[in-house]
């Protein structure tokens, strides 16, 4: 298990670090240059292998449940984060969304943390998708009840509309059924049928949000053609994309490549492939030539250790 916790916590580092030179350039650009392999400087003039705020975020979730599951600590790590106190790759904050920023803002105020992200349908930008990956480990014996309960909590800290819980359901029932061994397209077709079981009886899902995932849970995602696939900071594009890519590739490299060069939010698109392709290939998937230059990789792997021995 300590394998696979090191494999999803440094695959999304790695997956936003790809990600974070070019982001917000379109496809177009990215179909003549294409990432295939970290850089430097681009977008954000950051050093190569450095991760972004959905890998300070994953981290700050991480350490936090080295202690336990508490909400409140989760809220009072994403401020320390934000006041550039822990888990910055440089000491500095250089990118954060809209929402996250909000919901900090009240955790500064000293709102529950329940009560400090967004509820309103605008508010479903991926911030707490891409940072939910620990959350897997936690939850991974718990039944599904108390997991989608703990998701929505955990969610609801800077994205509380139900489409951000939601997706963050999938992405982790998704990641339980690889964590469990299934093959990919297996764990896949499961993830359809259970979760929807689950949805059909949960009164906090109505049928028009439901709809919304029609394309990953009654259609197959990664059948669709890549000009069908969005890639900007939508919760929903975020996780069709991820899927596709994951779905859609056989290795590690190529699946957070393939997500990266999508185009717009590459960070994000990266690091949510990243947790999935790195838990299901495993950490020595991961090219060691990415791995040398990922920024405070000594103390992201001590994290990971200390996260598996908490658990």
């Known amino acids: 298990m ?27 650009q990215l179909k003549r240059s294409p990432v295939t392999k970290m850089r430097a400087l681009g977008t954000h003039h950051q050093p190569a292998g450095t991760w972004s705020d959905d890998g300070s975020l994953t981290l700050c979730l991480a350490d936090s449940l080295c202690n336990g599951y508490d909400p409140e600590d989760m809220a009072l790590k994403f401020l320390q984060w934000y006041n550039a106190e822990i888990w910055t790759p440089h000491g500095r904050v250089f990118d954060i969304g809209i929402a ?7 955790i500064s105020k000293g709102f529950p943390p329940q009560l ?9 930008g991926n911030g707490s998708l891409m940072r939910i990956l620990p959350l897997l480990f936690y939850i991974k014996n718990l039944p599904v009840e108390i997991r989608f309960d703990k998701i929505k909590e955990v969610s609801s800290i800077t994205h509380a509309h139900i489409r951000s819980v939601i997706s963050c359901f999938i992405y982790l029932e998704f990641l339980l059924e690889i964590l469990n061994g299934k093959e990919k397209f297996e764990a896949y077709r499961n993830t359809q049928k259970s979760v929807k079981h689950f949805l059909d009886h949960q009164p906090v899902c109505s049928q028009p949000e439901l709809d919304k995932f029609e394309r990953i849970l009654n259609k197959n995602i990664f059948e669709y053609q890549e000009d069908e696939i969005s890639s ?10 991820s899927l596709w890519c994951f779905l859609n590739s056989e290795t ?8 990266v060069n999508l185009g717009e939010d590459t960070d994000t698109t990266g690091a949510i492939t990243g947790g999935l392709a790195g838990i299901y290939y495993g950490y020595e ?11 405070r990789k000594n103390d992201i792997e001590e994290l990971c250790g200390q996260f598996h021995r908490s658990l």
């Open 2 to 28: 300590e394998n696979k916790v090191k494999a999803g916590i440094v695959g999304v580092c790695i997956g936003d670090a790809l990600g974070v030179p070019v982001e917000f350039r379109i496809r177009e």
């Open 100 to 106: 996250t920023r909000q919901a900090i803002y009240k």
């Open 116 to 124: 400090c992200g967004g509820t309103s349908e605008f508010d479903n």
């Open 232 to 241: 900007s900071g939508y919760v929903l594009h975020s996780l069709e994309a």
């Open 252 to 259: 590690y490299p190529e699946a957070v490549l393939k997500a």
């Open 285 to 295: 998937s991961i090219p060691q030539e990415w791995l040398d230059v990922l920024v």
